[in-house]
């Protein structure tokens, strides 16, 4: 009688660790596709000492820290969209009335694009577009050179 305890509770344990490796598998999965996806990284958590099998306390703690880890990158990653697309109406209110954003200024990395280009509303003839109201939005050229034009010579 004592064998088939032994053997039931030793069968639940496997099942119970299998289920859980499968939980964390699947984690790390989400986790890593989100993080692909151009979320940020969580960043490392504690190390460890050297390849151990793990008890279910362990397993069940790892899984937990991978969840938290997975809402936490998600909860950014929308943080991030939601500031992006913010931009997006901005610049959208920017083009369609500049006189109202004057000398405003929004940069390619707020929207979300490469480079580090600028909208920036601007008198259309200077001074003179100042004061006559003509304002227009501009959209720089790009970086700034990194060395000066006579090194490159």
Known sequence: MLT??????RT???RAR??????IARLEH?????????????????GRAGPRMLGLAELEAERDALSADLAAVRAAAAA????????RRRLEAMLAR????????????????????VYMVRPRLGLIGMLA????????SGCPLSVSPAAQV
């Open 18 to 23: 299998a289920d859980l490796r499968a939980q």
């Open 30 to 46: 989400q986790l890593a596709d989100a993080v692909m996806a151009g979320a940020p990284s969580p960043g490392p958590r504690g």
């Open 98 to 117: 500049p006189r109202e954003h004057r000398f405003a200024r929004l940069a390619l990395a707020d929207l979300g694009e490469p480079g580090c280009g």
């Open 133 to 140: 109201g003509w304002w227009q939005v501009k959209l720089s």
């Open 4 to 9: 088939l305890i032994q053997t039931t509770t």
């Open 12 to 14: 639940a344990r496997r």
């Open 80 to 87: 991030t969209a939601d500031a992006q697309e913010a931009a």
